[in-house]
């Protein structure tokens, strides 16, 4: 059920005609309650941070992290828009709080798309005011408003949790451009656990930090990247630790969802190092490793090559010593002491053909460990990122 899992929100979906295509390009959740809902959200670190973000992270702390509503919108990122751009993105804003009939600082805004072009504020304006009249609590509300922030992903990102006491439910969407922090992805998550505004940021954070800032598709950093999490408070107090397991499951799920539906992607791997000196030594190695196209390559190709991998974590800044170097494909271990070992081929082969991969380099310097998730680097990625329109 999406958003709507929760006790406390209402959903929608619109095609307004940002698409060319037609399709479903506005989406808006709302808080239900006449107050708005503690909320916490974490925002793309790159510097040319489209109009979206800057409207949201001024409306964020205007409002004390007090949100009514979420607007998104999908087919124009509403990035290197200038002056029109912010205009545009006040715009959604004030048009969902007057519907609303709320303060148009208590709006989050949110888009995805191509950047550099701008918005079409005729049908935005129309499309938004319509929006706002088709707020609704059903099932096919919250998939209407998964289905409306879809750009190349093929598939709506759905996740939905019970907790012992509350209900934690999100959608997503992210295809392409991944790689942290965040990914090239909207996602918002709503719960009916009362958090305080303090412990609900620092959930959001962690459960970010474990998820989507694990996701490396193509190194490439969006100018849109926007998490949001509201809470209703409906269902009452709620053990914190608990909270933050089903924060993180839900922000994993969906982040592994949108590494199985990245542009072109035959394969998901997962890259794990351990036996680094320490956490942040591993984290560098793997995310070297990930974000290798020699490596993404290999994965397309069914090919544990796994010098590819040496070679990336011996060039990753990385404390490092190929002597020391284990690495296993699955279950099945390919080199030892930074040489090639005997194996099973026939099995190896078979375990390389499947969709899910997982690939452990031991680096035998202490006990650091991290993991990073990626795909293959395919002709389709290629194909879909050739295209301007």
């Not at 479903?24 to 040319?48: G, I, S």
């Not at 029109?84 to 519907?99: E, P, Q, R």
């Not at 304006?125 to 929006?131: E, M, N, R, T």
């Not at 494909?329 to 390389?352: F, N, P, W």
Request: net charge negative.
């Amino acid at each position: 059920m999406s958003v709507l899992f929760a006790q406390g929100f209402l959903a929608a979906g619109h095609a307004s005609g940002i698409k060319e295509s037609g399709g479903l390009d506005l989406a808006l959740v709302a808080v239900a309650a006449d107050a708005p809902a503690v909320a916490a959200a974490t925002f793309t670190q790159n510097l040319a941070a489209a109009a979206p973000v800057q409207v949201s992270k001024e409306h964020f702390e205007r409002s004390s992290h007090k949100v009514a509503a979420v607007v998104l919108s999908s087919g124009n990122a509403n990035a290197a828009t200038g002056a029109k751009g912010l205009a545009d993105a006040k715009l959604m804003c004030n048009l969902v709080a007057d519907g609303l009939g709320v303060l148009p600082e208590s709006i989050l805004v949110c888009s995805t798309g191509l950047i550099g072009i701008p918005m079409p504020t005729d049908k935005v304006q129309s499309g938004v005011a319509q929006l706002v009249k088709m707020l609704g609590s059903s099932p096919s509300d919250g998939l209407q408003a998964a289905r409306a922030i879809m750009t190349t992903d093929t598939k709506e990102k759905l996740t939905a949790i019970q907790g012992s006491n509350f209900r934690l439910g999100g959608m997503a969407k992210g295809a392409a451009m991944l790689a942290p922090n965040m990914a090239t992805m909207l996602a918002v998550l709503t719960t009916d656990a009362a958090v305080s505004d303090e412990d609900m940021n620092v959930c959001l954070r962690k459960a970010v930090e474990s998820s989507f800032n694990r996701l490396v598709i193509d190194g490439c950093t969006s100018t849109n990247d926007t998490v949001i999490c509201l809470t209703s408070s409906k269902a009452g107090k709620v053990d914190l630790d608990e909270f933050q397991s089903v924060l993180t499951k839900a922000c994993q799920s969906l982040a592994m969802q949108m590494a199985l539906d990245a542009e072109g992607a035959t394969k998901c791997v997962t890259v794990n190092v351990v036996g680094a000196a320490s956490d942040t030594q591993a984290d560098i190695a793997a995310r070297k490793v990930a974000g290798s196209q020699l490596v993404q390559c290999s994965f397309y190709g069914a090919d544990p090559y796994w010098g590819r991998l040496a070679s990336e974590l011996g060039s990753s800044g990385a404390e490092f010593d190929l002597n020391r170097l284990q690495v296993t494909y699955g279950s099945t271990v390919v080199a030892k002491q930074g040489i090639t070992v005997a194996h099973d081929e026939r099995e190896l082969k078979q375990y390389m053909s499947e969709r899910d991969l997982e690939v452990t380099c031991d680096l035998g310097l202490g006990n650091g460990s991290a993991f990073i998730i990626t795909t293959d680097l395919t002709p389709g990625y290629i194909a879909e990122n050739m295209r301007t329109s």
